[in-house]
Structures are given as structure tokens and as C-alpha cells.
Nanobody
Framework: QVQLVDSGGGLVQAGGSLRLSCVAS????????MGWFRQAPGKEREFVSA????????SYADSVKGRFTISRDNAKNTGYLQMNSLKPEDTAVYYC???????????????????WGQGTQVTVSS
């Protein structure tokens, strides 16, 4: 069992930055793929980014490539999502997630993840 607590959201102006954190507890963090998803009001949850457990293989949604950076510190059982050049359309609740399966084509699918954080609100004003 893994427990995830995500934080770091807030209100920021367009063009600003935020760093989200996801602290894991319960089992060795390095054995899990970590992902970030987001859900805006009235929209379906969508994939943002993911990172493999040990080798730092990453994947990004096209909408955030070049602006967001995912990383992790397995020694601290913590994952991060650095978000730069934020846009109003990035406004959403952001969730971190973890899965036992390794990286692969399905890691952009929320249903493939086993554990979820409670979510943190990110609001970008224009």
C-alpha cells in the first residue's frame, strides 16, 4: 500500500511558476512509476506527465512539453512537477499517482495507476 500526499498548488498569474510536490509513504517509492494528472471543471481527467521509478525516463503531454518538468527524489520519497510559463488553461486540480507497472504506452492512462493523492488546486489568472 502506498499513500500519496500532493501539495504546492495555488493562485498564480499567467507566465508564472509553481512547483508541485508528492510525498509517498508505505512502500519503497523507487519501485513505482509516478504520474501527474489534472482535471479542470467540467472536463475529464487528463494526463500531464510521468516518470519511471529508477532511470528517470519521462513522458509529457504535448500541451505541457517545454514548460513542465517532472522529477523525483527517491531518497526523500518525493516527486515533483515544476510548472513554468503557466497559462490560464493550466487551471485544474492536479493529482499525483503511482503505479506498480513499469513505464510504457499505458502510463498516460489514469486507470493504470494504483494509488492517488488527494489533489491540489492550481489556478492561473490571465
Amino acid at each position: 500500500q502506498v499513500q500519496l500526499v500532493d501539495s504546492g498548488g495555488g493562485l498564480v498569474q499567467a507566465g508564472g511558476s509553481l512547483r508541485l510536490s508528492c510525498v509517498a509513504s508505505g512502500r519503497p517509492f523507487s519501485s513505482y512509476v509516478m504520474g501527474w494528472f489534472r482535471q479542470a471543471p467540467g472536463k475529464e481527467r487528463e494526463f500531464v506527465s510521468a516518470i519511471s521509478g529508477s532511470y528517470g525516463v519521462t513522458s509529457y503531454a504535448d500541451s505541457v512539453k517545454g514548460r513542465f518538468t517532472i522529477s523525483r527524489d527517491n531518497a526523500k520519497n518525493t516527486g515533483y512537477l515544476q510548472m513554468n510559463s503557466l497559462k490560464p488553461e493550466d487551471t485544474a486540480v492536479y493529482y499525483c499517482a503511482a503505479r506498480r507497472r513499469g513505464p510504457g504506452p499505458s502510463w498516460s492512462e489514469g486507470l493504470s495507476y494504483d494509488y492517488w493523492g488527494q489533489g491540489t488546486q492550481v489556478t492561473v489568472s490571465s
